[in-house]
Every structure is written in structure tokens, then in C-alpha cells.
């Protein structure tokens, strides 16, 4: 196999990997060439952290930025009284999925000499930069919309983030990150490929849980989609490697009101984003549409679009089995029993759904659902 | 060895486990009699959670109620230029160590057939009662004082608790439970010894964690003592059963402004209790006084009073190494440095220092460290 490269997937075009990059000359966004993966041979198994996988990375930085991020517990459950396991991975550092992006992509931008990184998010990607930075003694600045409400940078503050606040939209917001990575690097968990790198190790993960065997199918709350694209490249490499014999059908859940990848995907019209209670999901301009698109059509899976009361159904359905967790990932427990229901999924199938955030998280919205003002 | 029974440690009397009692008949606090503890050939390392030491408890129940709890990272880092174990008990479904004890009674008490749950606590103890509670189907009722925030109880609130506000003071709140606990059953974190050989685990954990090896010291943020009296107990079950030669050092850390532990240990005269950063740990009557200090003792260790600046001064320090956790619990680093600097412990000791909380429970906290508004 060649030496991995950055690749423009839609243009063929590729970019050494040795230095920093994390969009193309045109600004479009890049992923990596195919990476050989890894044999359950491979497998670090004194780590008991995502690292165990480094094998699988594009390259092993000689000091990663570990946490303890990734083997998070896979609990069997039931839901519509069917079985199905449930994949904890708020069981994380700063409590989200997205620390084994931003475990893996600041290792391996730190290895490669990057030592001040700009991102923009006031969400769980922020917080994970922030964590990370932290940790590996670099310094980040996370732009965020002036209207995010202060507890929202709390925690990324705390971590010692610089947040500057940016007038106007999210999309404003997205703009001025751009303007600004001309002077800081820009370690964007929508942009930079390293972190579907990190994304990725779930799907080693979930198959060496389930005795090195991928499951039938995997729902996954989806947003900019980075664990879609992330199982695609898990799966896809042990694939590749021979370790699994078939990808597993990967499932796109998103809010009904904001949901551009499940529409696309379901060949509905583009449509005005609404707000909605998955706001972690509330992606209205996914910069990797079409690979999403690709992804889980080359799995054979499909997307689901939720309502609001599905959601928070889903959301306290999940609170009535000890897992307390954002709203924004219920969708995935939601699409399971709409799957179940219309015969996409069966009873005997193993279906993982995907639970990326601690409720910890969404207090405010919680406390909503309950009728109670904080 | 005997078969295991509730034992009052002041008096010596005994009571049959097998009918549910959480204190002797004149309202003493109970333990149990001693275990035999498990070697290594007894761990079920098929289970990635706690109940891979399953050998160790009472007795076993059938269906043990778990989420994922324990198995958590054992960090290598550095406080103060010396070498310490950073212990990450938040990587767990309630966002706190006290997972590990409600998983642990919890499963015993429906065992023997308990299916409506009495606790007062409306921090970690209360939200992982709650947790476990809805994971295994039993009803739980929460007293808290009436001038509880309410954003301290949605977490127990979404998880189905119900949450009874009670007049008065903190001790109002633990007379209510005593005089509910007629009716119901009171599985009182606090009160309750099964819960202890949960927090146990903890014990077990950090020997395989350092290879079967016991630590030489485990700093441990201390309120009640629950971590001081289940280290005491996992680590005299495995020196009694020969995997360990000796016991590590357990040293209490508490606030200067809510120490009664400390204060004894030390011989220092009671003082009234101030409100402390550190509320987590401002537990101004533990209940099981005594067996702190004879824990303490026993193992050589000691106890430390921290003021509140270094507390703060901890928690911003645990946080610029990517560490975001309750101020309650950087109490344990604080005491780490003031144990160093003192040569009670030597920088070539392996040290640990057990952080119990996610700051993601402390927002209010961080955000007026940092001198933001909510």
C-alpha cells in the first residue's frame, strides 16, 4: 500500500502527509488515502485506552496525548422489546465521543510540530480540543457565536481554551474561524481528516466487544456525520484487512428539523433548518455531505429523520434505564425502534446504537423536559 | 472463614445477612464481618465494569445491576515535579465514583428482594442511587433540603427519583430519612456496608492496574469516607488472601473548613463547620467516624486539611492537564503536594490520587472560579 497521503475524495487529488494541512489548495475538505488498518494481532492490548489501535493510525506519534479516552462500555439492553446494545461512550474524558478525535488528531498534529491550534465550537467538539490541548501543553482558541450562553464555555474555559466570542451566526462564526487560519492552525473536528481518525477507533472497538465480529447494524446520532464517516473507515480497513467478512449497515439519525444528510439520503427537498432539542446534531451545512451519503449507502444502511417528540420519547426512555444522557444522541435509540418498526432492522440482528454524550451535558435541556426553571 | 454477617465494629454483636437491614437495632452503623477477599485467578476478565470482582462480595446476586461502572484509567502524571496515579473514578454512567457502591448494593438489595429505595443526598450519592435504581427497575425516593438548588436534581429527577424538598437544614434532611425509614427501605450510601464493598472495588482495581501490586499511597478526597473505609477493605481482603505484602498508606484529605476526619486524626479540637468549595466532601457528622480514623491508622497513612485557596489552586491545576473534575475532589492533588513538600511521601512512591468527580457536576463552581455569571 503507498504512503498515506492527504486525498481530495472528489478530484483523486492527493497532498503528502508530512506537513500540516487540514483542507485542500481550493479549500476543499480532505480525507486520507485508504491506511492498511490492522489484524486483531495488532492490537496494543496492554492499553487500556484507544491507543490499543495506534497500529491503525496513518502514523504513531512517539508520545500520544492520551486520557484514557475510548473502551467504553458496550451494554446489552432492550428497547420495543427488542435486543440491542448500547455503546457508552460518554464514559470520556470531557464526557462526549469526540475525545478520540481530538485525542488522535492533536497527537499526531502535535508530532508534526503544531503547537497552537484554532477551532470553533461551543459544543462537545470545543470541550475536546480544550481537554486535549490541555493535556498536551498546547494552546488553543475556540471561536464561539456571541449569543452562546456563558455555562456553554465553562468548561472549555476551565481547561484554559481561550474563547473569543464572534458577532452574529454560527455560520459567521464558521467564517471568521476560516479568516483565522491563515495565522492558527486550524485542528477543526469537521475539517481535519486525523480527527475521523480518532473517530474511527469506535469501529475496532465495537468489533473486538463483540469477539472480533463487526455487528449487523450501527445507528449513529449524526450531525457533520464524523462518526458515520469514522465507522466507514473503522469498518471499512478491517474489511480491507480481512478481519471482517461485511461492513455493517450504518444508520444516519437526525432531527427532523435539521437534518440535510437524511434528506439528502431519503431524496427529500433541502429545507430551513428549525431549531431542535438534538442541538448537537444541528448541523445545517455538513461540509462532508456527500461522503456521508456514500458511506451509508455503501453499507447498505439508510438515514432516519426524528421528530421532537420522538426524541425526548426516546430521551426519557433511556433515563428509565440508568442511561442519562444528552438528548441529542436519544435519536439513535428513536431510530432504532422506527427501524424495527417499518422491518429495516430485525429482532435477531446485532444493532449497536450509539450514545455520544453524558446528560451532564444538557442540563438545561433536562431540566426543560421536566418542567423545571433553573 | 464464617458466613458473612452484619457486624456493629463497636460492639462486636452480629447479624444474619440474609434477611435486609441497613443498621443495628439501637440505629448503629453496620459493617460486615471480614471477607475472604479474591486472588488473582478469581477475576472474571471477561467483565469489563466492577463485576469482574464479583468474587469478592458477600455473596453473588443473579442479576447484577451494571452499567459499564469501574475499570476506569489509572493516569500516569506529575504534581509538583514528582510522579503521582491520577485515578479517573468520572469515567462512569453517573459522572462520579459512587456508581461503584450503587451498583454494588443495589444488586444485593433486590437479591434479597428490596424494590423501593430511601436515600438523602442530593450530589453524586443521589444521582447514582437514582442511576441504578432505573437500570434495574426499583423505585427510589430522594430527600433533599428544601433550599437545594434545583439544577443539583434534575439528573436524579430524569432518571425517575422521586425528589421529597424537606424544611430545614442538611440534618433535617437525614432526620426525614430516618423517620421514613420505617416505611421504606433506606439504601443510604452513607449508612448502608454493602455500599462500601462496592467502593471496595476501587481496591481491587488499582492492584491490577499496577500488576497485582499494591500502591504505596491512595489520597482520597474524603466526606463520609466511603473511599477511605472500601479502600480499607479491599486492601485488608487482599492482604488477608496473600496477594499483597503489606497495606498502601490511605490518607483522607478535607477541607480546613469541614474536616471532622482530619481534625480527629490530627488531634485537633471539633470546630464548627464554614461552607467550603469543597462540598462534595463538607460532611460535617460521618457517621462512621471511628472506623475512618482506625482505617487511617491502621495503614500508616494520615489526613490533610486544605484550605480553601488550595483547593482552588488544585482545581485549576488538575484542569490545565486536561483534567476537568469537581473541586471537591482536587482536594486529593492539594494533599499530594503537601505530603511531598512535608517527606511524608517520597517522590519515588507510587502514588494515587483518586479523583471522584466530573466537573461537568460543578459548573456553577468552575464558572465562579473563572469569574463568569451563570
Known sequence: MQEPAYLDPRSGATFPLDEPRWCGPEGQPLLLT????LGRGQIDRAKGSLWRYAAALPFRPEAP????????????????????????EWFMPSGSFKDRGASVMLSLL?????????????????????????????????????????????????????????????????????????????????WHPFFLHGTKTLAYELW??????????VIIPCGAGSNVLGCALGFGELLRAGEIDRLPRLFAAQPAHCG???????????????????????IAQPIRLPENLAALR????????????EIIEATRGLARRGLYVEPTCAQAAAAFGRLLEAGTIGRGETTVVVLTGSGLKATRRHAELLGLSL
Open 298 to 309: 455503501d453499507s447498505g444502511g439508510g438515514a432516519v429523520l426524528l421528530e421532537e417528540e
Open 110 to 190: 502535535r508530532a508534526q510540530g503544531v503547537r497552537h491550534v484554532l477551532e470553533d465550537s461551543s459544543g462537545n467538539g470545543g470541550a475536546a480540543i480544550a481537554t486535549y490541548a490541555a493535556a498536551g501543553g498546547m494552546r488553543a482558541r475556540i471561536l464561539v457565536p456571541d449569543s452562546t450562553s456563558p455555562a456553554k464555555t465553562v468548561q472549555s474555559r476551565a481547561l484554559g481554551a481561550e474563547i473569543e466570542l464572534v458577532p452574529g451566526s454560527r455560520q459567521d462564526c464558521a467564517d471568521a474561524a476560516l479568516a483565522q487560519a491563515r495565522d492558527i492552525f486550524y485542528a477543526s473536528h469537521n
Open 260 to 282: 440535510p444528510i437524511a434528506r439528502a439520503f431519503l431524496g427529500l427537498p433541502e429545507a430551513a433548518p428549525r431549531p431542535t432539542i438534538a442541538e448537537g446534531t444541528a
Open 208 to 217: 473486538e466487544d463483540l469477539g472480533f465480529r463487526a455487528p449487523d447494524n
Open 65 to 88: 496525548i492520551t486520557l484514557g479516552e475510548g473502551c467504553t462500555p458496550l451494554l446489552p439492553g432492550e428497547w420495543n422489546g427488542a435486543p440491542l446494545r448500547f455503546k457508552c
Open 34 to 37: 485508504d491506511l492498511p488498518g
